[in-house]
């Protein structure tokens, strides 16, 4: 099915049964070339799933995504357009590593390092909001290393006190570079596991309406998530 996908507007004409087969294809054809060149493979590969919901369910590139980092944006680059020339990812004069609005107008954001996807996409929702735009859907994903930085800390701050359409997906998978650590990383564990601090969820005393935690290798479950959204902050917690 992969082959026939070009973008993403294609992979809406599919069913929602066979969005598990373009998951499993799209996973394998990221492995083959990883393996042979460079880039990073387990942050893309953890996201699979999140990537083709996000691009069924949205209307891409007219709803904005922003991808914290660019670790998780292979898939991404493969369903917008450049699966014929992902081999040449990070060659030279090949396709970047990283989301690049120069490249794809589905790249909404240029990304570089990490933490700028919430403050990126708020941004663009604020934006969206001057405009009358009201529509307009502004997703954010991020992970649970970079939400811990100060930058993000700033966008769910600001974010908190607006009525800005904006979905903040935080990708929990203990992991950045090393394995992640700190105060927020045991928090996060906790919710994980069911313990009653998520009585005390730190994203709802932000003014966020929370979702989650929810299996991120789940398919059926992530498609469910844009059926909550409205004109509000909301944050959907992934596993």
Known sequence: MLQHINNPKDLR?????????VAKELRQFIIEIVATKEGHLGASLGVVELTVALHFVFDTPNDLLV?????QAYGHKILTGRKKIFHTNRQFKGISGFPKRSESEYDAFGVGH???????????AIASNLKGEFDKQHIAVIGDAS????????GL?????????LLIILNDNTMGIDPSVGA???YFANVKAGKSVRKNNIIEALNFNYSGPIDGNNLQNI????????RFPWCCHLK
């Open 13 to 21: 004409k599919l069913s929602k049964e066979d969005l598990h087969h």
């Open 67 to 71: 991808w914290d980092v660019g670790h």
């Open 114 to 124: 990490s933490s700028t996807s919430i403050s990126a996409a708020l941004g663009m």
């Open 147 to 154: 939400i811990a930085s100060g930058m993000a800390f700033e």
């Open 157 to 165: 701050n600001h974010a908190g006190v607006t009525d800005a359409n």
């Open 184 to 186: 927020l990383k045991e």
């Open 223 to 230: 498609l469910l998530v844009h059926l909550h959204l409205g």
